[in-house]
Structure formats: structure tokens, C-alpha cells
Nanobody, 124 residues
Framework: QVQLVESGGGLVQPGGSLILSCAAS????????MAWFRQAPGKEREFVAV????????YYADSVKGRFTISRDNALNTVFLQMNSLKPEDTAVYYC?????????????????WGQGTQVTVSS
């Protein structure tokens, strides 16, 4: 069992930046693909970014490419999402997710473990 706890959300003006963190329990964090998803009111949960286990390859949704950066610190059992040049359409609850199967997948169904989410609001 893996427990994930997100932090770092909040209110930011358009063009601003935030860093989200997701702390994971357990001793096998380095063997999980880790991803960020988001869900806006009335919309389906959508993929944001994924970082592979061990080798650290990354993949981004087109909507955030060049603005967001996913990274991980396996010594700290933590994955990060650096968000720059934020737009109002980035407003959503952001969730981190873990995939022990290392499927490097954009589908939420590939991820066995989820955090509780953290709210990001981009507004002036």
C-alpha cells in the first residue's frame, strides 16, 4: 500500500508560478512511475505529466508543455510539479498518482494509488 500526500496548491495570479509536492510512503517509491493529473469542475480528470521510475524519462500534456516541469527525488520519496506561466485554464484540483506497473501511461486507469488532491486557482 502506498499513501500519497500532495501540498503546495493555492491562489496565484495569471503568469505566476507554483510548486506542487507529493510525498509518498513506502520503501519502493523509486520503482513507481509517478504522474500528475488535474480535474476542473464539471470536467473529466486529465493527464498533466508523468516521470518514469528510476531512469526519469518525462512526458507532458500538450497544454502544459514548456510551462510545467515534473521531477522526483527518490531519496525523499517525493515528486514535484513546477508550474510556471500559469493561466486561468490551469485552475483545477491537482492529484498525484503512482503506478507500480511502470506502464508510462497517460490514462488514469493505469495508476493504482492516488493522493487526495490540492486546489490550484489561477485568477486575478
Amino acid at each position: 500500500q502506498v499513501q500519497l500526500v500532495e501540498s503546495g496548491g493555492g491562489l496565484v495570479q495569471p503568469g505566476g508560478s507554483l510548486i506542487l509536492s507529493c510525498a509518498a510512503s513506502g520503501r519502493t517509491f523509486s520503482s513507481y512511475d509517478m504522474a500528475w493529473f488535474r480535474q476542473a469542475p464539471g470536467k473529466e480528470r486529465e493527464f498533466v505529466a508523468v516521470i518514469r521510475a528510476r531512469i526519469g524519462n518525462t512526458y507532458y500534456a500538450d497544454s502544459v508543455k514548456g510551462r510545467f516541469t515534473i521531477s522526483r527525488d527518490n531519496a525523499l520519496n517525493t515528486v514535484f510539479l513546477q508550474m510556471n506561466s500559469l493561466k486561468p485554464e490551469d485552475t483545477a484540483v491537482y492529484y498525484c498518482a503512482a503506478d507500480p506497473g511502470q506502464q508510462y501511461n497517460r490514462s488514469p486507469t493505469a495508476y493504482a494509488y492516488w493522493g487526495q488532491g490540492t486546489q490550484v486557482t489561477v485568477s486575478s
